[in-house]
């Protein structure tokens, strides 16, 4: 067996992830630290430049609420978020994002990020709450503010280190534990708090590709539930974690369309032309009241496109040429209309090429220029993200200034943006209940969440605690499948072909069949019911007995073994919460074929859960939906 | 294989400190083959097409063949990212389109490596248990805005 050597960090702040999120709370940690000599720790499993959803880039700013142009208000988008959720949100952690998401936009800019301007100097906005950027470089600009805030603060990051599990003492966020992906190391971060912000959950659920495709999934394949683990695991109480987030993009590379829709209101059509929105406007009454509001919530927007799916009207189309048809028949002179169509031509493949090369390869290689022909969109496969209209996350003490005196002994608990475990924070996609925060919103709660965890570490100077016999079994449960795999593999000629283990790659696959088949997958048109769901949950306990056989070959491998634990303890919290959800709130997301109506007289509440990692039992906990704004 | 890698074009970042896309893949795809000192993308089916190794390679050794499960074969595009600019160059299936080029800037103002974090905007107050952020309220104010934010907002 490799020998491996363990190494010991102490700091005061742990900051776990690279992302927007991470890096905002990098940012903001980093100057209340440099004031009160406190020492913050970041540690990636990539690199910061490129780690997180946004590696790729994006080409639009989706949350920028414009406060001081006086158009919008807090309320507004509020009214927005609960709506979307169908009635499902925390107001406290969605206002407070959004009194703050400002700033950080602002801040981008500062630091080099290119917001379009109009002639007159104002940004340009996609929607009400989406400003357009050249985003290439996004997440590199951003990033590089939070490593010179660290430096600048005494502070300290480490690339390439995988957090596996949370350091838990008495009910206390202790640190975190993980391996090196380059070097046989250990890693021990103790720490007086910690901040979560390891991104959502992709290939919990199997993608529609097939083959080589597979990593094309909307959300990057590299956001594998960590936060999800980290914050089960250490006891939290969770929230949303029924709600899974599946946006229609353009079929198989999955690109944008929100530019289609929002900048160049494009029409989307079934295959006889018939706008689905208008001829299934029926089914809106049944969802009432967020059915008919404006906009209409994004997963209404879905199912009204999934009942033409289902009834055969496929291929749903992006009628592209008629939007840009429409916007160059306004212009009357024909020089104009022509530069115009140049610069919306320029326009859509930016879009793509900001954030999903992919679509821009996939329109190449099949002659699509969008001004000639319509393209193909479709539902993706699901994900779990606290972020766009997604929700699910640990559940949240909310800051105590926006509370009233009905939310209050509910929704806060001492400290902003902390999870139910002392000392253990959340941001971005690991944090519940506060939809639509995207990249910059992400940004913004890490900000929030960070001066919230220094101001803990200032009332809680005391050193951890971290139980040295603790992370000795840890650190033996963590490199297990290394040695699994060296006794083994002799047993017989093909490594990947053994009784005695699993690989991770099919260990991955099995999760993704049980929850395609029985939680509400692509391939189930993402409907289930009780019975199935009782069913998965029987599958997904034998492959919870055999993480213990898990085998890797390289430190690589190691990642993906325990990357693929982390996606087995979202999909459990997945399956348990909807079965305890007895009504079909999102149908655009998942439908329970038993309970085929929303209930809002019993339902109109948190479905939250708690895991106990001593006896391994899960606690189902309802709690009320307390509005502020009303 | 969605990034590959053009062997008489890669030379295993010798001249550098580490592997480029060995070191910017956030999926930890890329690695060097130490052998051929040739790179090379160990899972192509996990890999997200997000261009990072392209983007970074000093070389332009790789490059981006589409997904074969369900892109036809023939087209491409490919990218040159300076300091301040990216430029795409897409080339379709069919030959008779003509190939595309785009530039389009990526970074405006400040140069490569030093956005300053903390100078921009004055912080209001030293209190830790405010709501008040790093910048704020000057932060949440722009020159065009008709209203002036003078703390943080409540609902």
């Not at chain 1, 301007?117 to 996004?138: A, C, F, P, T």
């Not at chain 1, 496109?305 to 592209?320: F, H, R, W």
Request: hydrophobic fraction near 40%.
């Amino acid at each position: 067996m490799t020998q491996f050597e363990t190494v010991t960090i102490d700091t005061d702040l742990l900051i776990c992830g690279g992302g927007m999120a991470a890096c905002g709370a990098a940012v903001e940690a980093s100057y209340w630290a440099k004031q009160h000599g406190l020492k913050v720790t970041l540690v990636d499993k990539a690199a910061m430049d490129r780690s997180g959803a946004v590696a790729m880039g994006l080409s639009a700013i989706n949350q920028y609420v414009d406060l001081n142009s006086g158009n919008n208000t807090l309320k507004d988008y509020c009214d927005y978020v609960r709506n979307d959720l169908m009635g499902i949100t925390r107001e406290d952690l969605v206002a407070n994002i959004a009194r703050h998401v400002d700033s950080t936009v602002h801040l981008f800019e500062k630091w080099g990020l290119p917001i379009w301007k109009d002639k007159d100097g104002n940004y340009v906005h996609e929607g009400r709450w989406q400003l357009m950027i050249n985003g290439e470089s996004y997440k590199v600009i951003v990033a590089e503010a939070a490593k010179n805030a660290l430096a600048e603060a005494g502070g300290q990051y480490f690339e390439r280190v995988f957090i596996t599990h949370p350091l838990v003492e008495d009910g206390r966020c202790v640190g975190a534990i993980g391996f090196s992906v380059r070097e046989n190391k250990v890693y021990v971060f103790r720490a007086k708090a910690t901040l979560v912000a390891m991104g959502g959950a992709v290939h919990v659920f199997k993608p529609r590709s097939t083959g080589e495709g597979f990593g094309r999934s909307w959300y990057p394949p590299f956001n594998s539930g960590a936060s999800a683990f980290f914050t089960i695991y250490g006891g939290a109480e969770m929230t949303c974690q029924e709600v899974r987030f599946i946006p229609v993009r353009f079929k198989d590379a999955y690109g944008p369309v929100g530019a289609w829709f929002l900048l160049f209101k494009a029409m989307a059509t079934n295959a006889q032309g018939g706008n689905y929105m208008k001829e299934n406007a029926a089914e809106l009454d049944k969802w009432q009241p967020y059915g008919k509001v404006k906009p209409a919530p994004a997963n209404i927007r879905n199912w009204l496109m999934m009942l033409d799916v289902m009834e055969g009207k496929s291929p749903i189309y992006m009628q592209t040429a008629a939007a840009i048809k429409q916007i160059a028949d306004a212009i009357p002179d024909e020089k104009d209309a022509n530069k115009k169509l140049k610069e919306l031509e320029a326009e859509a493949w930016e879009d793509f090429l900001d954030m999903t090369i992919s679509q821009a390869i996939l329109w190449a290689a099949t002659n699509t220029e969008p001004e000639k022909k319509p393209s193909e969109i479709m539902a993706c496969d699901p994900y779990f993200i606290g972020s766009h209209s997604g929700a699910s996350g640990a559940w949240l003490s909310g800051p105590e200034d926006l509370q009233t005196a009905q939310t209050k002994s509910e929704y806060f608990w001492g400290y902003a943006h902390m999870t139910t475990v002392s000392g253990m924070f959340a941001a971005g996609d690991a944090s519940g209940a506060s939809s639509h925060k995207f990249s910059s919103g992400s940004h913004a709660e890490g900000r929030i969440a960070a001066k919230a965890a220094i101001a803990y570490i200032k009332d809680h100077p005391e050193a951890p605690k971290v139980d040295p016999a603790k992370v000795q079994a840890l650190q033996a449960e963590i490199l297990k499948p290394l040695e699994t795999f060296t006794t083994h593999k002799g047993a017989t000629t093909d490594p990947d072909i053994n009784p005695n283990y699993i690989r991770p790659k099919q260990f991955m696959y099995r999760l993704q069949k049980i929850m395609d088949e029985y939680a509400g997958g692509v391939s189930s048109q993402f409907k289930t019911s009780d019975k199935l769901l009782e069913r998965g949950m029987e599958l997904l306990a034998f492959l919870k007995e055999d993480q213990a056989h898990l085998a890797a070959e390289t430190l690589h491998e190691l990642m993906r073994c325990w990357e693929n634990v982390h996606r087995m303890y979202q999909a459990d919290a997945h399956m348990r919460s909807i079965l305890f959800r007895e009504e079909t709130r999102w149908p655009g997301y998942y439908f329970r074929s038993d309970k085929p109506s929303m209930d809002n007289e019993n339902w109109l509440a948190f479905c939250n859960c708690k895991y106990n990692p001593e006896t391994g039992e899960w606690q189902m906990i309802k709690r009320p939906v307390k509005y502020i704004t009303q | 294989m969605p990034s590959y890698v053009i062997p008489d074009k890669c030379d295993g970042c010798k001249a550098l400190d580490k592997t480029a896309c060995q070191y910017i893949c956030p999926n930890d795809l890329m690695v060097l083959d130490k052998q051929t000192m040739k790179a090379y993308n160990q899972d192509p089916a996990m890999c997200w097409e997000c261009y990072s190794c392209v983007k970074i390679c000093p070389n332009q050794a790789i490059e981006v063949r589409g997904y074969a499960d369900f892109v036809p074969m023939g087209a491409s595009v490919t990218a040159m990212r300076s300091s301040e600019d990216i430029m795409w160059t897409l080339q379709f299936r069919d030959k008779t389109i003509k190939p595309k080029r785009f530039k389009f800037p990526h970074r405006r103002g400040v140069q490569e490596g030093k956005a300053a974090p903390f100078t921009h905007y004055p912080t209001g107050d030293a209190d830790l248990k405010s709501p008040t952020l790093m910048g704020e309220p000057a932060s949440l104010n722009t020159e065009r805005g008709k209203i002036k934010i003078d703390k943080v907002l409540t609902l």
